[in-house]
């Protein structure tokens, strides 16, 4: 195996370029599938007996599901879906990044049900009593507390997410791995991949960081 410096730059340049495709699905998987697995863990527990069957069937599917199925699907079969044939055509990118939001919200849905969940009932009668809504109850008394449980959780499937980002590379997106690979099959030298282990160690080191501070920040808020 060869540790030449000069040879580990060069490689470390493409694999640079995949890890803002890496880190565009990251953000852009987090920015959206956040507030949906949010909404839908209120759906969830919500009062219409049809949205709440929805809402766990939706759950029930895509957490049921490989993620790489799920990416198959969207991306090469949505186009041949009965009554939608033709109608709907994804490129590569909005296909990948739709598909990790939407699996993404599922996980965070459940995550935030638990958190809710939490929140002692008598919470909500003393804010029944100083008259808040139910949007006020919500937003001031029960996301606040929510938030501060579900943040381990919420850093571990942050985590895994930048590690399925991997998975696009299947479609042909030119994510960390996919260069990394290339890197590897065309030199016959496994650095790529250990340049690839490091990349991705650092950024899940920021993360697990990130997340850290605001635990701290929460615990003594």
């Given at each position: ?7 580990i730059?060069?490689i ?5 370029e ?11 998987t ?22 709440r069957?929805a ?11 490989p993620?790489l199925l799920q990416?198959f699907f969207?991306y ?13 055509v994804l490129d590569?990118?909005?296909a ?7 699996n993404?919200?599922a996980?965070?849905?459940e995550?935030f049900r638990?958190g809710?969940l939490?929140?002692d009932?008598?919470q909500h009668?003393?804010?029944?009593v100083?008259?808040f809504s139910?949007?006020q109850?919500?937003m001031k ?6 938030f501060?449980v ?7 499937e ?19 791995l ?15 991949f ?11 080191t920021?993360i ?9 920040h929460?615990m003594?808020?």
């Amino acid at each position: 195996m060869n540790f030449d410096y000069a040879y580990i730059l060069r490689i470390s340049v493409p694999i640079l370029e995949g890890t803002k495709l890496t880190l565009t699905l990251f953000a852009i998987t987090l920015t959206f599938s956040l507030p949906l697995g949010l909404l839908t863990s209120f759906i969830r527990i919500g009062r219409f007996a049809f949205l709440r069957r929805a809402a766990a069937f939706y759950i029930t599917v895509t957490r049921g599901t490989p993620l790489l199925l799920q990416l198959f699907f969207v991306y090469y079969g949505l186009p041949f879906f009965p009554g939608i044939k033709g109608l709907i055509v994804l490129d590569r990118f909005p296909a990948a990044a739709l598909t990790f939001v939407f699996n993404y919200a599922a996980y965070f849905a459940e995550i935030f049900r638990g958190g809710i969940l939490s929140v002692d009932r008598g919470q909500h009668e003393a804010a029944r009593v100083l008259g808040f809504s139910k949007y006020q109850t919500a937003m001031k008394i029960v996301v606040p507390q929510m938030f501060k449980v579900v943040l381990p959780a919420v850093c571990n499937e942050s985590i895994t997410l930048v590690k399925d980002t991997a998975l696009v590379t299947v479609l042909g997106l030119g994510e960390l791995l996919h260069f990394a690979k290339a890197a590897v099959n065309r030199d016959s030298n496994i650095s790529a991949f250990i340049v690839a282990g490091v990349f991705y160690l650092v950024m899940t080191t920021v993360i697990t960081w990130v997340f850290k501070k605001l635990e701290d920040h929460f615990m003594f808020e």
